[in-house]
Structures are given as C-alpha cells and as structure tokens.
C-alpha cells in the first residue's frame, strides 16, 4: 500500500521567515495530495491541496509543489506569523478500481513553531 | 453550511466493553470516512462509506466496524475494548462528486479513553 514519509517532524521559524516542509510518496499512481493543519486540540484543516496533473499550486502565504517523477510535494508557508504554529500533515490518495478514491494516507506530521 | 459533526465528543470506557460513535457530514456530502489518531502511530485510515457501503477498509482487527445510514449518517463500533484503543477518532466527509471530489472536511473527533 501507500507509504508517506514526512520531514521534518519538528520545524521552527522566526516570525516573517519562510517554512519548508516535505514529504515522499510510495505509490506511483497517487493523483491527490492534501494539506492539513492540525492545532492544538483541533480537527485537521485542510489548507491546500494539489493534484497529479498540476506542478504547483499557490494560495496567499500558502503554496504547494509536486514533483511526480521524484515522487514527492512540499508545502511552503511564506512570511509566516504565529498563527501558523501547528501540526501539518501531508496526505496522499491512490484511486481505487472505477476512479474514485477516499482513503488518505497521511504523513507523521511536522510541528511548526513560529517564534516573535 | 454546518460542518461535520461527531458524538460523544469524549467517552471513557472500561477494557472489553464496547463502544459506539456517530458522525453527521456536511449536508450534500455522501462520503464518510474514519480516522484513528493516536501520538504514536498518527493519522490511520479505518474505513470508508458510500450510499450504505463499506467501500475501503484499512488495517484494523475486526473488531473496528461502521455502518452509513441512508441520510449518510455514520456510526462506528469497537468491540471488547483494548487499552490501545485509547485515540481520537476523526471522521471526514466528501462530496464524493462524479466529477471526483476528493476534498475530506473533518469533524471535531470523539476522544476515546480505554481504562
């Protein structure tokens, strides 16, 4: 099955700085990857996504990248500020047989701390 | 429009009991979804439901099992609770569209405690 690996697991940044964050696919024929952001006593947000057929998606602060043939997508939080200090979780979706495909395999998830 | 919504939002239960948790998606949604999250293991997908069928199944013993009701509602059962049981269970909707929606909208969770 689907295996996502997650790096790092814990990430800190000065308020204003840029936050990188990676992770790696398994599964050759995952076509959707969602972004979570998890805080503290929380339900999982999804803040942005991006699927096989495009390289990169931006929204505000936010963007994502996709690199299929190396199997891998980041997210990108530019110009951070303390409401960004969360879990993030990376996820991948392989499709089923018939098209349709709701299992996410999730990431271990990356502590960010933005600090003043 | 409402967004997911999960009861209890917290339970304590005794080891081999059995419990019951429900899950209300956002209206129009027929998709459910269960997750456990535990510090440990993370995010681990349970299973699936679509129109009153399992669809996917993930990693779990059988005594991890769910039902979709016609109105899309969702409930899941663990039977002869175990310590490790201890998690937050999340469920997540999705239009689940023909045009292939594959957006998940969680719910708040139901903290589970097995003592």
């Known amino acids: 099955g689907e295996n996502v690996e997650q790096h790092p697991s814990t990430l800190s940044v000065q308020e204003g700085d840029s936050a990188v964050i990676k992770c790696t696919y398994s599964d050759s024929a995952s076509n959707y990857f969602p972004w979570y952001k998890q805080e503290l006593g929380k339900r999982p947000q999804l803040i942005i996504d991006i699927r096989s057929n495009v390289g990169e998606k931006k929204d505000q602060r936010i963007a994502v990248t996709l690199n299929k043939t190396a199997k891998h997508f980041s997210l990108h939080i530019t110009e951070t500020q303390p409401e960004d200090s969360a879990v993030y979780f990376c996820a991948a979706s392989t499709p089923r047989l018939g098209g349709t495909a709701s299992k996410l395999t999730f990431g271990t998830g990356t502590r960010l701390q933005v600090t003043l | 429009k409402a967004g997911v919504t999960q009861t209890p939002r917290y339970l304590i239960k005794t080891r081999g009991q059995q419990v019951t948790l429900s899950c209300s998606p956002i209206?129009?949604?027929?998709?459910v979804s269960w997750y456990q999250q535990t510090p440990g293991q993370g995010l681990q997908f349970l299973f699936e439901?679509?129109?009153?069928?399992?669809?996917n199944k993930g990693n779990f013993p059988g005594r991890f099992s769910g039902r979709q009701f016609s109105n899309s509602r969702s409930e899941m059962n663990v039977s002869t609770l175990e310590l490790g049981d201890s998690a937050l269970y999340l469920c997540?909707?999705?239009?689940?569209?023909?045009?292939?929606?594959?957006?998940?909208?969680f719910g708040p969770g139901t903290r589970l405690t097995v003592t």
């Open positions: 209206s129009g949604h027929r998709s």
């Open positions: 997540a909707s999705s239009k689940d569209s023909s045009r292939l929606s594959y957006e998940q909208y």
């Open positions: 439901y679509f129109s009153e069928t399992q669809r």
